[in-house]
Nanobody
Framework: QVQLVESGGGLVQPGGSLRLSCVGFGDIFTIYYMGWYRQGPGKQRELVAGITRGGTTNYPDSVKGRFTISGDNAKSTVFLQMDSLNPEDTAVYYC?????????WGQGTQVTVSS
């Protein structure tokens, strides 16, 4: 089992930045992939950034160049640096971890981009 706890959400003005953190607990050494997803009002949940244990990252075009995912294996933590935020980035952001036994989700953290 893997438990994930996100933090770092909040209210930010357009053009601003936020940094989200996700700390893993439990069988963290079995994780081979972690990602950040988001779900905006009336929208489906979508991937915004992913990272493998080896450090390979992937992003959709909508956030490429603005969002950066990084990991600290020693602290079992994954970060999402979000820059140049715009109102369309408003959503609940979820941390996800995958191992050979399943997919695990955090409780989510709200990000609101508004003036």
């Amino acid at each position: 089992q893997v438990q994930l706890v996100e933090s770092g959400g909040g209210l930010v003005q357009p053009g601003g930045s936020l940094r989200l953190s996700c700390v893993g607990f439990g069988d963290i050494f079995t994780i081979y992939y972690m990602g950040w997803y988001r779900q905006g009002p009336g929208k489906q949940r979508e991937l915004v950034a992913g990272i493998t244990r080896g450090g390979t990252t992937n992003y959709p075009d909508s956030v490429k160049g603005r969002f950066t995912i990084s990991g600290d294996n020693a602290k079992s933590t994954v970060f999402l640096q979000m820059d140049s935020l715009n109102p369309e980035d408003t959503a609940v952001y979820y941390c996800n971890a995958q191992n050979n036994f399943g997919s695990y989700w955090g409780q989510g953290t709200q990000v609101t981009v508004s003036s």
